[in-house]
């Protein structure tokens, strides 16, 4: 089936960077090496295999026939590579309406540019204003941090996480969910809180990365971290670090949590977690940290380190390196027995302001006073 065979009424939608086409034979190929990419297939419901006479059929048969009975609107994105020299980048459709579903992928070398940021934009706003969509949702494995940040980018009102809702290659999969409505600004709905990186004498803080899963189940599978922090899940497996991984990116996006990973600077191994929370909640500016070390770097003054470093950056009202916070309190509370995390809210410049008598349950089911501290910027 040549290029003829798509539908005259396919619309060529272009910002002067990307553009959306019906798809042609040249298409093809570079179509079917996107299907071959390791992330394609782990993030996406793209057959595995996939040979190129499935890419060819896809691009040029199913394609025109969604546009032909009005089920789907299926386009090829097209952009310049770093030549200048318009190329297949990825495909964008929107199936359904008048409530509709968003589905793209990019090809390897387009992604990490904004293409698809773009390529959204424009096959959003079409269906809204020419195919009478009301709304378009979109869903994506949960750690599809690429696909999120499309979404973040485009105005997606991000909902959460549904169990069981994507069923691929006979798999059952929990999904990443936001809609975008008509009327809605194409833009972010708020900051993602991407964790800078911040360096120490000893340690570095960064955003997680993937390899970092075993050393957090690790942490978090240790009887004293247990006993502390007596919300872990129970075992706390590797594939449970793998989701708390995920739901660090999520609270990212929706502006709640800035997580660091604190690693040896010098090995960049995993020593210990931080996180800043409840930056949505009721009281603008303000913030609660919480902390857990690995076990075999305990004793060792990581934590406070890491906590002086994150404090500045959390309480400076600007700086050179990266956007700050700009917050203008920070709270802390530890269990009264946990000598340890009291002793970091410490050195670290926190003052005691109170304690809750028997508020702290702990993992053996026990219960412990909560001690409560907080720090300001002008305390700095």
Not at 195 to 210: G, K, S, W
Not at 352 to 367: F, P, Y
């Amino acid at each position: 089936m040549d290029s003829l065979s798509w539908p005259l009424s396919v619309p060529v939608l272009s910002d002067g960077v990307v553009t959306l086409r019906a798809a042609t034979p040249a298409d093809v190929e570079p179509m079917h090496e996107m299907t071959q990419d390791p992330d394609m297939q782990r993030w996406t419901a793209v057959p595995v295999p996939n040979t190129l006479e499935m890419s060819e059929t896809f691009a040029l048969q199913i394609g025109a026939e969604a546009w032909d009975q009005g089920t789907a609107r299926m386009w090829v994105a097209e952009a310049a590579d770093d030549s200048g020299r318009a190329r297949f980048a990825g495909n964008v459709d929107v199936r359904g309406g008048p409530v509709a579903d968003l589905g793209f992928s990019l090809h390897p070398w387009a992604r990490g540019r904004g293409l698809m940021t773009r390529a959204v934009r424009l096959a959003v706003d079409h269906v809204f204003t020419e195919c009478a969509v009301e709304s378009v949702h979109w869903r994506a494995h949960v750690g599809n941090e690429a696909s999120l940040r499309v979404a973040h980018a485009c105005g997606f009102q991000l909902v959460g996480s549904s169990p069981a809702l994507l069923h691929e290659r006979g798999r059952t999969l929990d999904a990443w969910t936001a809609v975008l409505r008509f009327g809605d600004a194409p833009v972010p709905r708020g900051r993602w809180l991407d964790a800078p990186v911040i360096e120490t004498d000893r340690l570095r803080l960064r955003p997680f990365a993937e390899s970092d899963a075993a050393r957090v189940a690790e942490a978090c599978g240790d009887e004293t971290t247990g006993h502390w922090l007596n919300t872990l899940p129970r075992p706390y497996t590797l594939d449970v670090a793998r989701a708390y991984l995920a739901d660090c990116t999520w609270q990212a996006a929706i502006g709640s949590k800035l997580t660091w990973a604190v690693a040896d600077r010098k090995t960049d191994t995993l020593v210990a977690n931080l996180a800043l929370m409840h930056l949505d909640g009721p009281n603008p500016g303000t913030a609660e940290v919480g902390y857990w070390a690995h076990p075999d770097a305990r004793g060792r003054g990581f934590m406070t380190e890491a906590v002086r470093a994150a404090v500045r950056h959390a309480l400076a009202a600007d700086g050179p390196d990266h956007e700050p916070l700009g917050l203008h309190r920070l709270s802390l509370r530890a269990a009264a027995g946990n000598v340890a995390s009291n002793r970091v809210a410490e050195r670290a410049g926190f003052r005691r302001i109170g304690v809750e008598r028997e508020a702290e349950l702990l993992g053996d089911g026990s219960v412990d006073d909560l001690v409560s501290y907080d720090l300001l910027r002008d305390e700095v």
